[in-house]
């Protein structure tokens, strides 16, 4: 197949977990873009030196090589001009929602499932992360997330923008879903594929739109398996 | 003139502060739309009657009334297509950029300055105001904003998805303002207007962008006077 899309898994190539990823390959499934998805672990920098990067995801699209997930959104609406839109033919505002992502939603999930992504990775790339999440939190993965249930309330008012933009559509995008969707939803699926932990209550509405999400495109995220202790 | 904009005000007229107000009047300049301010104070709700709404703002443009700041944005751009445009022909990413505001920043802001608030209205709208502010905090305006220059490295630390999104860029929309750098803007300048706490430092990016928006369109904002005791 002409369209690969490198991607950060587990020791089980099926396990594609980063946030990152996530979001590219919503993108090309939003765009109804069949891939083959390529799997890269942590430590294997050096294989995406065909790119000039060293991070996934990155996408090969015939001749064309596009790394990062935000470069790869804008990339397949110009690319892709009659499939439908991610940005709308306006990235600006899409840069706020991925700014409160990372800033809140995806730090907020890391301090919570941090602890449970070594488990799933093979030797070397377990170092590797133990090693530079250690050194960028300060203190032991497992301390990081000590007491997870009980920080669970806090990380859920922390949701409150996501709720109220939805205002009863079913997607921040509206009736369909765009990029604002799938920027928030990547981070809810990392959890997903690496974490026994339920950061949403049945009864969320956030519930009900990460349900939506997995049955789109053909429920293609739900072709990835869910975390199984 | 044939355009009015009903604007809350302080007991002085010229003390615009309401940030759903500031919004609908960046709105308009952004548009190169004159209008004329109709001053509106709490306990005035009858005086909108004719908009069969009890709030402002309230924009008539001629023959057309509109109520509510968001309506008013998606009005604008659809009654003045020819003018830059507001929210670009997609409004829904802007709702997450809203309801972050009004989670996030709006409410951070109030607990910093609501007790500014009374003393700059006039008697029935003082009584009003104090009254259900207090029911909603629980607790007396004073005691809200206690220890208020303790409480802003936290509430500057909030304000980094909007640091993140600007990305170097001279504001959310890019190298020209929108709807998103309205919203924020209008709790902004709500602070500027009601209080003598200075939110942002200095050397805090978010204050290079306040100015520059405070100059945009022949500093149309900067006419509204600044807190002075």
């Keep these: ?21 996530w979001r590219s390959r919503m993108a090309l499934a939003h765009k109804g873009l069949e891939f083959e998805s390529i799997p890269w672990r942590f430590t294997e920098g050096e294989s995406l030196a065909f790119a000039s990067h060293d991070k996934v995801p990155v996408l090969v699209d015939g001749a064309t090589v ?26 600006a505002p899409y840069r706020f929602v991925s700014a409160w992502n990372d800033a809140v939603l ?9 602890s449970d992504v070594p488990p799933m990775l093979g030797e070397a790339a377990r ?43 079913d997607f921040l995008g509206g009736k369909q879903p765009d990029y604002a969707d799938y920027v928030l939803f990547g981070s809810f699926m990392w959890a997903r594929v690496v ?35």
């Design 106 to 114: 995806q730090s907020g999930i890391a301090r919570l499932i941090v």
């Design 66 to 91: 596009v790394p990062d997930s935000w470069a790869i959104a804008k990339y397949l609406d110009t690319a892709y001009p009659d499939a439908p839109s991610l940005l709308h033919g306006n990235p």
């Design 195 to 229: 974490s026994p932990l339920k950061l949403l209550e049945a009864d969320d509405v956030l519930h009900a739109w990460q349900e939506r999400l997995l049955d789109m495109h053909s429920a293609a995220a739900r072709l990835t398996p869910e975390f199984a202790a």
């Design 127 to 169: 170092a590797y992360f133990v090693e530079s999440r250690e050194k960028r939190f300060g203190m032991p993965l497992a301390q990081v997330t000590a007491d997870r249930e009980a920080k669970l309330p806090a990380f859920r008012q922390t949701l409150q923008p996501i709720r109220s933009a939805l205002a009863g559509e």
């Design 1 to 21: 197949m002409a369209r690969q899309l490198y991607e950060l898994c587990g020791d089980d190539a099926q396990r594609v977990f980063s946030p990152y990823c």
